[in-house]
Every structure is written in structure tokens, then in C-alpha cells.
């Protein structure tokens, strides 16, 4: 069951996708999530989502594995659903049940709301899917390298968080691992109420928290070892450069938002 | 009473890029009192065995019998399963949480639904089995050393009172002495109670001064199952999978080939030095 998670985690294969730089990726995403803010009318989600399923089909990765991702947020979307079938005004009532009702335009935004959160999720999965942590990190630090003038810690920023990313499935597989001990010796963590169940995680979130912690002084104390002192004047071994595939997606992803706002303009 | 495991196969995140068929067409019978050593390679599928034991892992395929029920039935009680099929696992002192020794070797006890005096009384007990005395009782258990806290973690699945014992790697990352100890207090625990003691390891040594039956697996299979003289005959396939047999099995068979009279089943030191005296006894005779 905790496996399921796939936001954050790299999904192994050979693909363009794969291979890209990893500035691209993070550019390319933050331009479809702009895209896709900016789309107005079916033509829009037609060309979103072409382009999405190509991205999918190029990176290798199997769709059922993309897909699991959206069942964290399935309760935001249940409720993003509901909340605009139902509370969105319009000129044209669709069914009417009590004090509710629904509109035209309510079932519209609904099921654009919809779409518009699942292809988020998605387009950020990918990304995530077929991009190693550190190459993320490595690319958010290069993009926000400017920042360094102004003061902003960017290197420790994305030090922190490649380290963040790369616990995650650590910390995962180790709750797994004390739930299954703590299950081995009787506690449940399934049944009772609001309450009982709450308890019940205390066995389990003690250990996890010693654990982090326990971890957390390991690696300060390696990183420390290895003579780590932040980002000045540390230079890189693999030092990020643009290939011909990178310069040919940012076309690909310029030609993508131009569609998008022209179908805007012009529709 | 006993446990028997039919055709039974695991696969790990089936149908991803992850999928590892961790367990394949799995045949075991364990009878009641059985000293059992588990023996395989890391990644051998050792460590999901036995967590299909106690229910933890439900198979792919296959079934497991508990007594003669079926465990994966539908109205079977899995955490009574759990109090009989007590399972220690890998660095068991992780587990660890409550603010005091006695209070979290409690916990099993409490969950089976024993009052709390009673649970106090088999942490006792559990407690006593293991070597903790009465001072430590109030301690929290993060302040004791690693060798301490392995203890109160097995005393913790003690105290349950399992039929069966299992324990995944107990030894790990702990000094010879600390090894030793625990080692002979499992020991002691299935000569004094008569309980079936399944103990995993990648270690030949370990295993082969305690256990009567040893189960080798690799790659998911059960590559061979028997005594561990009969075990240790297959030495020179043993090194193929990654694992070695104690030392003094290749002592004896490079005596033999040198030509000298022993016994190439020895497995234990003792064993190996009696045949070994006997044969330059026999050896001074004919000189």
C-alpha cells in the first residue's frame, strides 16, 4: 500500500525523455502547468492533451505507473469536483436537487477543474518519473543560480532538498518495515475509531522519528567526513551543458504554449 | 502443529519496473519443535519466507497451513497467527518506543488482549529469558546499549508466548560475546520450551553448532533442505550461490584428500577435532 506513492520517485528506463537536461524538464514543466492555466475551450485540452500523451508514449514509462500517483489526490479532486458541479452560477440549469443545483456552466468548470488537476499531476510526475533526484536538484540550482546576488542560499536550498527527495523512499520502505514489526507483535492499524487509531500510530511514529533523526546525524557526520562546506567554490563533475535534443525541446515546448495561446486569442 | 507452505511464490510490485519474484514454488514442511536455520545470500528470498509465516506477506500464490488451516481463509484470525508465530525481525531495537523497558515488552502481551498485570508478568518472564534484570525495568529503552536493546526487542516477541520463534538475522552488527549470548540463550529457549525456532542467516558458522535442519535458499528456491552435515556435503555448490560452510568442513575434506582418515562430515570444531584425533591415532598404529 505505501509503495504506491510514485510523486518524487525515478522511474528507471532509456528514453529522450530521460536523457534531456534536467533544466529543460523543470522549464518544460513549469511552461505546460502555464499552458494549461491559460487554455479557454476544448481546442485547448485537445492540444494539452496530445502533447501530454506523447510526452507519456516518449518517456518509456508504463502509463499504470503514472497513474497511481493521481490516487493521493483523489480526494482533492473529489472535492474540486463537487464544489464547482455544485456552487458554480450559470444561465442554464442542468438537474436541480433540493437547494443544489447544477448548471451549464458548473459541469463545464468542473470537468475542466478536473482535467486541469490530473494533467498537473501528471505533467509533474513525469517529470519527477524520469528525472533523478540529483539531476533535479542539480538543474533548480543552476536555474536559480542568479538569485545567488541577491543573497538567497540557492546551493544549500537544493542541497536540502536532494537530500529531502532522496529520504524519501528510505523513510517509506522504513515505515513499512516498523508498521510490519509493530503488526508482527499484535498492533493494529486498521480497525477502531478516529481516536484508537490515532494511538495506534504512536509505535509507529516514535521509531520513524528516531530513525530520521538517527539517519540525519549519520549523514551530517559523512557529509562532514568528506569536508562539505556549502556551496562556495565547489564545482561539479558532471557540469550541466545544452545538447542539440535540449535547444530542439525548448522549440517543441515554445511551439506548444504558442498553440495554446493563439487557440486562446483566436477561439 | 506444524507449519506447511504449498507451491507458495511471491512477486514484489508485480507488473512494474520494479517486479522481483522474490519467492518461487515454495515446499516446506516445518514440524513442531524444530530447530530451523535459514540459510541464503541477501536477496535469496530468506527475509520474505518467513514473513509469509506469521502473514505479514500474503503469497502471490500458493498456501500456507497453520495446524492444518488454511491462514489465507477467509474468516482466519491473523493476529492470533501473529501471537503463535512470534517473528523477530532485522535489528529488532528499532521497534522500539514505549518510555520504559517493561512497558514495551509489554505491548505484545497487551495487543493478544491480557490484562495488564498479566502482560506485566510475561514481560517479566520474557525479560528474565533473555537476561535483563529487574533494574532495567523502569529504563528507557533508548538509553541501553545495542547488544540491551536487541534483548528487549526479542523479550518483546517473547512475551507473546509464540509456539514459534522466528528471528531474522539476530545477529547482526553485534560482537562475537554479544553473538554468543544470544545465540545460546535462543538456544536454551527451544531446549527448555519446546518451541520451533526458525533463525535466519547468511552465516554457516552461526547456525551450524545450534540447529538440526538447514533450509538453503537462493534466487527465490529452496536449493537444498536437511541436516547440516547433509547440507554441508554440497560445499563446493554452496560457494556458487554466495554462501561458504564453516571452516572446518573445508579443514576436513582437504585432510581427506590428502589421504587421511576423517570424517568429512564433521561441522562442528568438537566434531572435526575428535576425527581428526582419531585419525592420527590410527595413522601412530600403523606406524
Known amino acids: ?267 | 502443529m506444524s507449519i506447511v507452505l504449498e507451491h507458495v511464490s511471491y512477486t514484489y510490485s508485480p507488473e512494474t519496473a520494479y517486479e522481483i519474484h522474490a519467492l518461487k514454488d515454495v515446499n516446506l514442511e516445518i514440524p513442531d519443535g524444530q530447530f530451523i536455520g535459514l540459510i541464503g545470500h541477501t536477496g535469496s528470498g530468506k527475509s520474505t519466507l518467513v514473513q509469509h509465516l506469521n502473514g505479514l506477506v500474503r503469497a502471490t500464490s500458493g498456501h500456507i497451513y497453520f495446524n492444518g488451516e488454511d491462514i489465507y481463509a477467509k474468516d482466519y484470525d491473523m493476529r492470533r497467527l501473529r501471537g503463535k508465530v512470534g517473528l523477530v525481525f532485522q535489528y529488532p531495537e528499532h521497534q522500539l518506543f514505549e518510555v520504559d523497558v517493561l512497558s514495551d515488552v509489554c505491548f505484545g502481551p497487551k495487543n493478544q488482549g491480557l490484562s495488564p498485570e498479566e502482560a506485566k508478568e510475561r514481560a517479566r518472564e520474557a525479560l528474565r529469558m533473555v537476561g535483563i534484570s529487574e533494574e532495567y525495568e523502569k529504563q528507557s529503552p533508548f538509553e541501553l546499549s545495542g547488544g540491551q536493546k536487541r534483548r528487549v526487542a526479542i523479550a518483546g516477541v517473547l512475551a507473546m508466548e509464540p509456539e514459534v520463534l522466528i528471528l531474522d538475522e539476530p545477529t547482526a552488527g553485534l560482537d562475537p560475546k554479544g553473538r554468543d549470548e544470544i545465540l545460546d540463550e535462543i538456544s536454551y529457549l527451544h531446549k527448555e520450551r519446546g518451541i520451533t525456532v526458525i533463525l535466519v542467516s547468511h552465516s554457516m558458522e552461526d547456525v551450524a553448532k545450534y540447529v538440526e535442519r538447514i533450509i538453503v535458499m537462493n534466487q527465490g528456491e529452496v536449493l537444498h533442505d536437511g541436516a547440516p552435515r547433509e547440507v554441508f556435503r554440497h560445499y563446493k555448490e554452496l560457494e556458487s550461490v554466495g554462501l561458504a560452510a564453516p571452516q572446518v568442513t573445508y579443514i576436513v575434506h582437504t585432510l581427506k584428500d590428502k589421504g587421511f582418515d576423517v570424517d568429512g562430515d564433521a561441522t562442528t570444531i568438537e566434531e572435526a577435532k575428535e576425527t581428526i584425533l582419531e585419525a592420527f591415532r590410527k595413522k601412530g598404529r600403523k606406524l
Request: a positive charge; charged letters at 20%; aromatic letters at 10%.
Open chain 1, 1 to 267: 500500500m505505501i509503495r504506491d506513492i510514485t510523486l518524487g520517485q525515478y522511474y528507471p528506463a532509456d528514453s529522450i525523455l530521460h536523457r534531456l537536461d534536467p533544466r529543460v524538464k523543470l522549464m518544460g514543466t513549469i511552461l505546460f502547468l502555464v499552458g494549461l492555466f491559460l487554455i479557454k475551450g476544448w481546442a485547448g485540452y485537445a492540444v494539452a492533451t496530445v502533447f501530454l500523451f506523447a510526452m507519456i508514449r516518449i518517456s518509456k514509462v508504463p502509463f499504470r505507473f503514472i497513474v497511481r500517483g493521481l490516487k493521493t489526490i483523489f480526494i482533492i479532486l473529489l472535492i474540486t469536483l463537487v464544489f464547482n458541479l455544485f456552487l458554480t452560477p450559470g444561465d442554464r440549469v442542468l438537474v436541480q436537487i433540493w437547494k443544489l443545483q447544477i448548471t451549464d456552466k458548473g459541469l463545464n468548470t468542473a470537468i475542466f477543474m478536473a482535467i486541469r488537476l490530473i494533467y498537473l499531476i501528471i505533467g509533474s510526475s513525469l517529470m519527477t518519473l524520469t528525472t533523478t533526484p540529483n539531476d533535479l536538484t542539480d538543474g533548480l540550482e543552476t536555474l536559480l543560480g542568479p538569485l545567488k546576488k541577491l543573497h538567497v542560499p540557492v546551493h544549500e536550498v537544493s542541497m536540502m532538498m536532494s537530500i529531502a527527495l532522496r529520504f524519501i523512499p528510505i523513510l517509506l520502505e522504513e515505515t513499512d518495515k516498523i508498521m510490519k514489526a509493530q503488526m508482527a507483535r499484535g498492533a493494529d492499524f486498521e480497525h477502531g475509531n478516529l481516536i484508537q487509531r490515532a494511538k495506534s500510530l504512536v509505535p509507529l511514529l516514535v521509531p520513524l522519528f528516531i530513525s530520521a533523526f538517527r539517519r540525519a546525524s549519520d549523514l551530517a557526520m559523512a557529509m562532514e567526513a568528506r569536508c562539505y562546506r556549502g556551496g562556495e567554490g565547489r564545482t561539479k563533475m558532471k557540469p550541466l551543458a545544452y545538447a542539440r535534443r535540449d535547444y530542439c525541446a525548448y522549440g517543441i515546448l515554445i511551439l506548444f504554449l504558442a498553440v495554446i495561446i493563439a487557440l486562446r486569442v483566436l477561439l
